[in-house]
């Protein structure tokens, strides 16, 4: 697989904060009402939410197109807020996967759960040790119980394929009983 870089959302807006530690968290997120990741950039750069942007609020580091093509916006080494909680942002890599729904509601791609399921286990995973997998809706409730509940993220989210996928790799995990879609995650070497 190969990761696209596209440097427009990070040099027009804030790059990103240097993080106090490694990452060792996964967020994948949906974006309701675009294709690609082509789309949600253009979208991005026409300054509809430039506030929040340039305060490196709702920035992610990488967007997984329908197509199951993969860009990469910021630097693993810096943080932006992407879940609505900087504490727990700082050690975040947020993931975006197209949704052209505009509420967030379509199925993903099998080529997009595939490209996601090698940026995390082929290629994040081999800098860093990440030790949970969440989704944007647990983390909001997780750590932000103030957050505005809508619409879900990351939507219509198969997270079986999810449980798949880590025993397939030699994990052992853990699903927690009081968040959904909130995995630990231990390698079993």
Same mark, same amino acid.
């Given at each position: 697989?190969?990761?696209?870089?596209?440097?427009?959302?990070?040099?027009?807006?804030?790059?990103?904060?240097?993080?106090?530690?490694?990452?060792?968290?996964?967020?994948?997120? !949906?974006? /309701?009402? !675009?294709?690609?990741?082509?789309?949600?950039?253009?979208?991005?750069? @026409?300054?509809?939410?430039?506030?929040?942007?340039? @305060?490196?609020?709702?920035?992610?580091?990488?967007?997984?197109?329908?197509?199951?093509?993969?860009?990469?916006?910021?630097?693993?080494?810096?943080?932006?807020?992407?879940?609505?909680? !900087?504490?727990?942002?700082?050690?975040?890599? !947020?993931?975006?996967?197209?949704?052209?729904?505009?509420? *967030?509601?379509?199925?993903?791609?099998?080529?997009?759960?595939?490209?996601?399921?090698?940026?995390?286990?082929?290629?994040?995973?081999?800098?860093?040790?990440?030790?949970?997998?969440? &989704?944007?809706?647990?983390?909001?409730?997780?750590?932000?119980?103030?957050?505005?509940? &809508?619409?879900?993220?990351? /939507?219509?989210?198969?997270?079986?394929?999810?449980?798949?996928?880590?025993?397939?790799?030699?994990?052992?995990?853990? *699903?927690?009983?009081?968040?959904?879609?909130?995995? /630990?995650?231990?390698?079993?070497?």
């Amino acid at each position: 697989m190969n990761i696209k870089r596209d440097r427009r959302v990070a040099e027009k807006y804030h790059g990103g904060f240097e993080r106090p530690s490694e990452p060792n968290r996964v967020v994948i997120h !949906g974006t /309701g009402g !675009g294709q690609d990741a082509d789309q949600i950039v253009n979208w991005m750069m @026409k300054g509809e939410r430039s506030k929040n942007y340039n @305060k490196g609020i709702s920035l992610f580091h990488f967007i997984i197109s329908s197509d199951g093509s993969i860009v990469q916006l910021l630097d693993l080494d810096k943080w932006m807020y992407h879940s609505h909680s !900087g504490r727990q942002d700082q050690n975040a890599i !947020g993931i975006e996967l197209c949704n052209s729904s505009v509420a *967030n509601q379509h199925l993903y791609t099998d080529k997009q759960y595939e490209s996601l399921f090698w940026l995390i286990f082929s290629y994040i995973m081999n800098s860093y040790t990440i030790r949970e997998i969440a &989704g944007h809706d647990v983390m909001k409730h997780k750590y932000s119980p103030r957050a505005k509940k &809508g619409i879900e993220c990351p /939507g219509n989210f198969d997270w079986k394929l999810l449980d798949s996928e880590l025993f397939l790799k030699g994990y052992t995990y853990s *699903n927690s009983d009081q968040y959904d879609h909130f995995w /630990g995650i231990k390698r079993n070497d």
